[in-house]
Nanobody
């Protein structure tokens, strides 16, 4: 069991930047996958980016070249750096961790943090 707490959301102008953080209540077991999802009103939840404990990284096509996911190695914290933000990036952003223990993966979710991109 691990609790995730997100921070860093807010209101920014188009072209601006935000850095989201996700902090776990303990260090994550390995192997694991850390990631960010987002959900806009009336739309389904969308996978934004993932990073594994072996540092394999994947991005959604819509954010490639603009967003960067990273982690503190061996710790309980990871980040999403968002640059060149667009109005269509407006959503609630959720962090998630899939960690393996006793041969099984368990999935945990943060509470979500609002990101609004608007003039």
């Amino acid at each position: 069991q691990v609790q995730l707490v997100e921070s860093g959301g807010g209101l920014v102008q188009p072209g601006g930047s935000l850095r989201l953080s996700c902090v776990g209540s303990r260090n994550f077991f390995s192997p694991n996958i850390m990631g960010w999802f987002r959900q806009a009103p009336g739309k389904s939840r969308e996978l934004v980016a993932t990073i594994s404990s072996s540092d394999t990284i994947n991005y959604a096509d819509s954010v490639k070249g603009r967003f960067t996911i990273s982690r503190d190695t061996g710790k309980d914290t990871f980040y999403l750096q968002m640059n060149s933000l667009r109005p269509e990036d407006t959503a609630v952003y959720f962090c998630t961790v899939d960690e393996q223990r006793f041969g099984l993966f368990r999935t945990y979710w943060g509470q979500g943090t609002q990101v609004t991109v608007s003039s």
